[in-house]
């Protein structure tokens, strides 16, 4: 299947690469494989911290830039941590312009140990995404640690995961055929 829509970016503000963050991040490229999408993943835990910090230049970190720019997708996935998301999505959206995500779909996934910190979507990676200019998917994911087993997501999380990035998808689809 061809993708009708232009590149898609699934970035990971976890620092464990074996997160229930980063599992649904994976399962989310899987779905938007499925739907043909061309995707880059960054794990920010990987890139060096003095070029994330904004210290000095790396061509890894200006890569990432570059292709969270260039998205027509996006999902971004953290865990909790203190009520809002991960410094390392703090730190990489400090380097981006107001309009560096200007038009983008942003699907927010999140992860925490209780229900109690839901609105970390809402009241986090909401503002933080739109920022930059993007559109914040409204059918973002939020998973506390019950919804997991052995560190993998059950099916009933699996399923509410591939209609996010479904949602989101559709509506990217939607934005670029409005503006073609």
């Known amino acids: 299947m061809t993708s009708s829509i232009g590149p898609a970016i699934l970035i990971s503000g976890s620092p464990s690469p074996t997160s229930r963050s980063r599992a649904l991040l994976e399962l989310a490229a899987r779905a938007l494989d ?3 999408a061309e995707t880059t993943l960054v794990d920010l835990a990987a890139l060096p911290a003095a070029a994330l910090l904004g210290r000095e230049r790396d061509p890894a ?7 969270a720019g260039n998205a027509e997708l996006a999902v971004i996935a953290t865990p909790v941590y203190r009520a809002t998301y991960t410094g390392l999505l703090k730190v990489f959206f400090d380097q981006m312009r107001t309009d560096t995500m200007r038009d983008t779909v942003v699907l927010p996934i999140a992860t925490a140990a209780s229900p109690e910190h839901a609105l970390a979507i809402t009241h986090g990676l909401a503002p933080l995404v739109a920022s930059v200019g993007a559109i914040v998917y409204p059918g973002g994911v939020f998973a506390t640690d019950a919804e997991f087993q052995g560190g993998r997501p059950v099916a009933a999380l699996e399923s509410r995961l591939t ?14 055929a409005r503006v073609s």
């Not at 970190?61 to 292709?67: E, F, G, T, Y």
């Open 34 to 36: 499925e739907l043909g």
């Open 163 to 176: 209609q996010a990035v479904s949602g989101a998808y559709a509506l990217a689809r939607a934005l670029r």
């Open 61 to 67: 970190v200006d890569a990432a830039l570059a292709a």
